[in-house]
């Protein structure tokens, strides 16, 4: 089981000016780039369930929200969400209606088990650059995702924070990571929709 606290936030077709250049300044590039499909089960008044098929995984990943918490400070000032994560080898979405979406994400990841935070550098497949080194027990990601829903080109993006740790700890990670990151101003959110990924499905799903 995985806990995470959350926060994000949708456009459709194009991000507000600023923000994607904001996301890859600093002096490490984030990781990740390449590309994946994601099933979806569809259940679209299931806001508070997720259920997905993982490209290039066994299994299937099921998400349960547990909490929603007060808004983090400006300019990302969205509630924050309590997570759940489980995996299970044996429930299959196959003979369910589902819906891919096409993924290209981008990911910084923060290390916040120290007295500072600290990012750590990550490859193009999202793992850290030094094989080595032990992945922190406490910490938060922070990532921009080109997202295709169906076989409609519906054009989306997504930026979000994902804090990971024990349940007593990934709120304050959360909110440490955010005030690490360099200044931006509050119209970098500008037109962003704050939802969840099962939320946002049952939008931007094209109707039948």
Sequence with gaps: MLISAEVRWFWRQALPPGLEQWFRS???????????????????????????????????????????????????????????????????????????????RWLRKYDTSRSAVRELELDANEQLRDSVAPIPEHGCQMELVALIVGDHDAYWWTFGFEAFGPLETVERSLHRTIAHLPPIGREALDAGVELSYPSWLSTARPQE
Excluded: C, M
């Design 26 to 104: 600093g002096s490490l590039a984030p990781g990740g780039g390449n590309s994946r499909e994601d099933e979806y089960l569809v259940d679209p008044l299931q806001p508070e369930l997720g259920v997905k098929k993982r490209s290039g995984r066994p299994g299937i990943e099921i998400k349960g929200l547990i909490e929603v918490r007060a808004p983090l400070p400006e300019p990302f000032s969205g509630r924050v969400q309590i997570w759940t994560k489980w995996t299970s080898h044996a429930i299959t979405i196959d003979h369910l209606p589902r819906i891919v979406v096409r993924k290209t």
